[in-house]
Every structure is written in C-alpha cells, then in structure tokens.
C-alpha cells in the first residue's frame, strides 16, 4: 500500500511541478488581462490564456535530488554550460584578482529558472551591482552586466563564489539569502526572470567535472570536486 502511494506521488509530482512563488503575480496578471482582453474581443482571451500558462511554464520549480558528499559542487542552475575559462571573480567579494576557472552556464527562456545553492556552507558576501542588460551568452556580461555575487565558505574554510547575472530580456535579480546565513547545496536561494546566466568561480587547484555545451541540471548536476585531484575532462559531441 504505502510503494504504490509512493508510485502514485512520484507521478503526481511529475505531472503538477510546483510553482515558485515569485511567479504567482505574473501567472495572476495574466489571467486579469485574459479576461479584460476577452470583454474586448473573445479571441484575446486566448491569447492571454497562453501567456498565463507561458508564465505558470516559466516559475516552475521542480524538486531535485541532489548529491550529498562533502567537497562537492553542484550546478546552482538550469542551462548549457556555455563557457568554461579563467577570469578574477568580481572585486566586490574581495577574492583577489588572481584568476579562478569560471564556469559559465547559460539559461535560455525554456529552462528551468530558479538557482540553487552549489555548496554547502555559510554565505560569506553578499553584493549586488547594478549594470547594463546585454545579452547574457556574451563574455562582458560577466563584468558589465546587472549582477548578484555571492560567497559561500564551506565547513573546511574554502570560499566558492557564484554569480547570478541578468540578461538582454532578465530585468529581476531575486536573491533570498542573506550574510551569515547557513546553507545547503542544492537549496533553492533565488531566480532571475526571463532568461540569464551563472557563473561559478572554482577554487584554485580545482578542475571542472563538466564540459563546454554540457546540459547542467540545477541542484543535481556535479560540476566539481573539491577533495578530488582528477583534471578537467574533455567533452565529445554525439
């Protein structure tokens, strides 16, 4: 009795993604215009129709398993690893300027958009800095766009810095931790609306376990090792 109700959440879940609550005054607005449009003109009610579901689509938050072992880094988002290439983190979070690997994932419109804790830890620095909106799968956008950084420091004393940057069509960074703050890899911390990008900056000595134009799945995909010495894989198209 108690598998088959198990089966039956497992699909249940799988059918009904949850939906993280930043969307519901979007998915709301829409229905509102839905029906105004549709007093106007009974065809716009379906047009407002879609962009409601498009909204419902895009907060979708649905649950992961994440690995749980110490030392290990998971991806903090949903995306193709777009980049991967040394650059100083942000001078905000006070790392040094000597340059970390980067690794840079990429989330287009379809993708999954909440972000997730890639350590666990504590939250060491919190920084947001405004700038401009280009598109996020350019290299300056790590340096020019509207940012938020974040350090985390793990029980063994090593600083990860990830990043979360807006994008040509992103124009809302939500960030839901704070300084000092103990945290989870894998747990939910924020979202960027409507396409964006993550950076993680590895610590030195630290290789990547993922390749670029890789899918990284937030909270499940492991991107690094901090207690392995194996070197930085190669990656072949299939």
């Given at each position: 009795m108690q598998a088959s109700q198990k089966a039956g959440d497992v699909v249940f879940r799988s059918v009904l993604v949850p939906i993280n609550r930043a969307g519901w005054p979007f998915i709301a607005a829409a229905l509102v215009a839905a029906l105004l449009l549709g007093l106007l003109w009974s065809p716009l009610f379906w047009l407002g129709l879609l962009g409601a579901a498009f909204c419902t689509y895009f907060f979708r938050d649905p649950p992961r398993v994440t690995p749980s072992r110490p030392g290990l880094v998971i991806a903090p988002a949903d995306g193709m690893v777009q980049m991967i290439e040394s650059a100083p983190p942000p001078?905000?979070?006070?790392?040094?300027?000597?340059p970390l690997t980067r690794i840079s994932?990429?989330?287009?419109?379809?993708?999954?958009?909440?972000?997730?804790?890639?350590?666990?830890?504590?939250?060491?620095?919190?920084?947001?800095?405004?700038?401009?909106?280009?598109?996020?799968?350019?290299?300056?956008?790590?340096?020019?766009?509207?940012?938020?950084?974040?350090k985390v420091t793990s029980?063994?004393?090593?600083?990860?810095?990830?990043?979360?940057?807006?994008?040509?069509?992103?124009?809302?960074?939500?960030?839901?931790?704070?300084?000092?703050?103990?945290?989870?890899?894998?747990?939910?911390?924020?979202?960027?609306?409507?396409?964006?990008?993550?950076?993680?900056?590895?610590?030195?000595?630290?290789?990547?376990l993922v390749v670029p134009h890789q899918t990284a799945i937030a909270g499940e995909t492991v991107i690094a090792d901090l207690l392995s010495q194996e070197s930085a894989r190669q990656g072949e198209e299939r």
């Open positions: 001078p905000e979070l006070e790392m040094g300027d000597a994932i990429f989330l287009n419109v379809f993708n999954v958009h909440v972000n997730r804790v890639p350590l666990d830890g504590k939250i060491s620095a919190v920084s947001y800095r405004p700038g401009k909106f280009l598109n996020a799968a350019m290299d300056k956008a790590s340096v020019d766009n509207e940012r938020m950084s974040l029980y063994d004393g090593v600083d990860l810095a990830f990043v979360q940057i807006a994008g040509l069509v992103a124009r809302r960074i939500i960030c839901n931790v704070s300084l000092g703050q103990p945290v989870r890899a894998g747990q939910v911390f924020g979202l960027i609306r409507f396409g964006s990008r993550m950076d993680v900056y590895l610590p030195e000595g630290v290789s990547p």
